[in-house]
């Protein structure tokens, strides 16, 4: 190999697999550590902000001669979908689906206990789907003249996430976390915000062409369903949430979190 050969400058700018697991173990023990008036305001913010995706995508659905199984209109609500995560992402707000990862890092390093897991994904969890009742409340309730997106929209966008079997939504809601994980491990590695964009869009852009339940995006876009149509029903919600929360822990918890550590102590990287 010659000195002008570029390929040890390439290789170098590649960060180290230990290295982006010793910085996702530092960040989810610096959430740990946080006050809980902290994660509270920080979940609900989260909440809030993710419901923009969902509202885009009913603003598209409404505007588009098409509809879902349209490949325009599949991309074009796909990436509606990934704005509201590039907003809490970016502004780094506390989303569950992240610290299905983060979190779980620590615990597996020995930095922090089961109770302490416990305490971050319970308050990130339930301020993100208060702050995503409220959006709904907000854009449903009380803007009913809101006018860029109809009724129909809304039911349309829920029903493609109730309408499947118990076993879809917690196997789905796997997949969904899965991905979720990966975003938190490979923002570790990303160096600048262009390339943090870039992630953020292709993983949360995937999860909404494949209409995986996220079970706090998907919280507001079912309950704009909740709100607007007669056909989603409070039983429709709470086995969403229960099957897709679930879900989302389990796959970023295990197929990321516990494979990734496992894999970088044993010398991987």
Known sequence: ???????????????????????????????????????????????????????????????????????????????????GFIFVIIARSELFTEH?????????AGRASI????????????????????????????????GVASADAFGIIAHELVDHSVRWLFVAGILAGWLMGLVAWLLAAAQETTSRLVII????????????????????????GLVVSTDVTVFDYAKFLLLSTVGNAIGGGVFVALLKYGHVVRGGG
Request: aromatic fraction near 8%; charged fraction near 10%; glycine fraction near 10%.
């Open 115 to 146: 109770a302490n897991l416990a305490r971050v994904w319970g308050l990130v969890w339930i301020s993100n789907v208060i702050g995503g009742a409220v959006f709904t409340i907000f854009v449903v309730v009380l803007v009913p003249d809101f």
């Open 1 to 83: 190999m010659t000195d002008s050969d570029p390929e040890p400058a390439v290789a170098s700018k590649q960060t180290p697999a230990p290295t982006i697991l010793e910085s996702v173990i530092e960040s989810g023990q610096h959430e740990m550590e946080r006050e809980t008036e902290g994660l509270l305001l920080s979940g609900f913010s989260a909440g809030l902000d993710i419901g923009f995706g969902p509202l885009l995508m009913a603003v598209l659905l409404t505007l588009s001669d098409g509809g879902y199984g349209d490949l325009g209109t599949e991309l074009l609500l796909a990436s509606a979908y990934a704005v």
């Open 201 to 224: 869009w292709l993983v949360t852009a995937s999860i909404g062409m494949l209409h995986l339940p996220h079970s706090i995006a998907g919280n507001v876009e079912v309950l704009f």
């Open 100 to 108: 299905t990862t983060l979190a779980v890092m620590p615990v597996l």
